[in-house]
């Protein structure tokens, strides 16, 4: 086939796909026909249109640029913000993150000016085990220079077989030459479960960041790992969670809920609803259940956290999540790309729809500003007769919202001094680790620390007064702690310290006791309906 008819040929694949999906939840064989014939039509008025393009446009056309880039992302963005088309490589990072796993090094990359800086290598993969950090710069791959490299021609080079080697050239502050490590490629999985532990004696704390095809898995031993029927209460942390399968969200819902209970359904134009309910159920793992959720919590989060509220099985605690309640079937097409098409909406046991307005506003607007609405456009009861509300994302029964930056903060955090997120490090500690102290868990941002830091603020120029420093001392002192820990003992140790002062989790904690009394009152109310002569809590 002709480069310059390829896109051509997936622009008609697109169509007929939609068309057929149309046919197999469509009601009736006319209307497919129907659907056919205008798409022949638009097919005809699109070939017109890139024939006249071609011949006249004033510099040569890539055609598979402006269709892949340009004519396929832009019909399906006239439909919904998540119908989404994925070119070769997305398609190929979407299977991986399907999968739950690649083959590599075990290290994001990320872009700083001109250099491509490690971002975090993963704990006890092939690159933290060799002893890449956090802010080293990569200078070469093997044999060839990272000079000019983009990211992610970077991130190509670095993945390969299993049981290859890489010859992986760094430079890091406080060494005058540069490092050479050889690593060993490796299977890499993608965790869904960060972090499981007792945050304080009786009260657990999983942190799950995705729904990939091991999700179950993972926190069916994270919750083994924890005893979490001796409990005394079990805090699920999907902040920044955004989502992920389908199936494995009714599986999570499925070891949180009660046997029978309704997980989610869903429903589309031309696909009849379908229901899921908990065949397993908790087993006996009763104990009081609290969510932390954020606006970055969207999907499968919301539809675990919207089942978990309307059955009252546990309290929701932060701010409101983004409300994404569509269902895309995803599909391979030819030239290895592929396309995620919405067919559904979902609706939470009560009957709420979480999906957010996205027609009567931009698509930056949907995706960045993710305002809550004012009004809702739903009111549902849970289980015991509580209140909820639908069409603009879960909200929480205790709203907490994430501090926001002071002005000195906000400044330290645009100089680089710190990183503005919990997985990697800023300017301070690639300068401090370089000086190469001795770093245990008993490490502290003492005072022999704090005058180094004073130093770099100087050598930086960054202007500071003492009072500013005084007002946000704990803050800074925590933040070194939490991306030396993150250099030294990897992410899910600089995100324990991060815990320490999360002002979120301290509310989701203190909710426990009512976390209980909802799931207790819920079930004595649900037995009083069906007519059960005892109930023990």
């Known amino acids: ?37 205008d798409a022949q039509s638009s097919m005809r008025n699109f070939t017109q249109v890139l024939d ?13 640029r402006i269709v892949y880039q340009g004519a396929i992302p832009g019909m399906l963005r006239v439909l919904d913000p998540h119908s989404n088309f994925f070119d070769a490589r997305q398609w190929s990072l979407s299977m991986e993150e399907r999968r739950g796993k690649y083959y590599g090094v075990g290290m994001t990359v990320i872009p700083r000016g001109d250099r491509t800086v490690v971002m975090s290598p993963y704990v006890g993969s092939p690159a ?7 802010g080293d710069t990569i200078v070469r791959i093997n044999d060839k220079s990272a000079e000019g490299l983009t990211t992610t021609e970077i991130a190509d080079l670095l993945r ?21 490590f050889t690593v060993t490629r490796d299977e890499i999985p993608h965790h869904s479960v960060d ?24 926190l069916g031993d994270a919750m083994k790992q924890l005893n979490a029927s001796a409990l005394d209460g079990l805090i699920l942390d999907m902040r920044g969670n955004p989502g992920g399968l389908l199936n494995e969200a009714i599986a999570v819902g499925d070891m949180l809920l009660d046997k029978s209970q309704l997980i989610v359904s869903h429903r589309g134009r031309t696909s009849a609803e379908r229901r899921y309910y908990a065949i397993r159920g908790n087993r006996g ?32 605690v932060g701010e409101t999540t983004f409300g994404k309640g569509l269902v895309q079937t995803v599909q391979p097409l030819s030239e290895n790309t592929g396309l995620a098409l919405t067919i559904a909406r979902y609706y939470t046991p009560s009957g709420r729809l979480i999906q957010r307005d996205y027609k009567s506003i931009s698509l930056y607007s949907y995706h960045y500003e993710r305002k809550v609405p004012e009004h809702p456009t739903e009111v549902r009861l849970t289980d015991s007769g509580r209140q909820v509300t639908g069409g603009g994302g879960i909200v929480p029964d205790i709203t907490v919202h994430e501090p926001e930056y002071t ?18 490090v800023g300017g301070f500690t690639r300068h401090y680790l370089g000086t190469r102290p001795t770093i245990t868990k008993n490490f502290e941002a003492d005072d022999a620390v704090m005058t180094d830091f004073r130093k770099y603020l100087t050598s930086q120029n960054v202007r500071y007064t003492e009072p500013e420093l005084g007002e946000n001392l704990d803050w800074v002192k925590r933040r070194i702690k939490q991306e030396v820990f993150v ?51």
Not at 199 to 209: A, Q, T
Not at 507 to 522: F, Q, S
Request: net charge neutral; no cysteine; aromatic share 8%.
């Open 1 to 37: 086939m002709k480069p310059d008819r390829r896109g051509l040929f997936l622009v008609i694949a697109v169509v007929l796909l939609s068309a057929a999906l149309g046919g197999i939840y469509g009601p009736n064989v006319r209307a497919t026909t129907f659907s056919f014939d």
């Open 52 to 64: 006249v393009v071609q011949a006249n446009y004033a510099e040569k056309v890539d055609v598979d």
């Open 128 to 134: 933290y085990k060799a002893g890449i950090r956090p």
């Open 160 to 180: 390969g077989a299993r049981g290859t080697a890489v010859k992986i050239t760094v430079s890091r502050e406080g060494y005058a030459d540069p490092l050479i």
């Open 195 to 218: 972090l499981a532990f007792e945050i304080k004696p009786g009260i657990g704390y999983l942190r799950l960041s995705g729904f990939n095809e091991t999700t179950d898995g993972e």
């Open 285 to 316: 793992e009763n104990m009081p259940l609290v969510i932390l959720v954020n606006n970055n919590s969207a999907s499968a989060t919301e539809i675990v956290a919207g089942a978990v509220q309307d059955h009252d099985r546990g309290i929701i």
């Open 407 to 424: 002005h000195f903060q906000k400044a330290l955090l645009r100089a680089d001094v710190f990183y503005p997120f919990e997985t990697s």
């Open 487 to 537: 250099s030294t003992f990897g992410q899910q140790e600089g995100f324990k310290v991060q815990l320490e002062a999360d002002p979120q989790l301290l509310a989701a904690i203190d909710a426990v006791p009512k976390a209980r009394a909802l799931y207790e009152n819920a079930r004595k109310i649900t037995a009083e309906r069906a007519g059960t002569a005892t109930y023990r809590p």
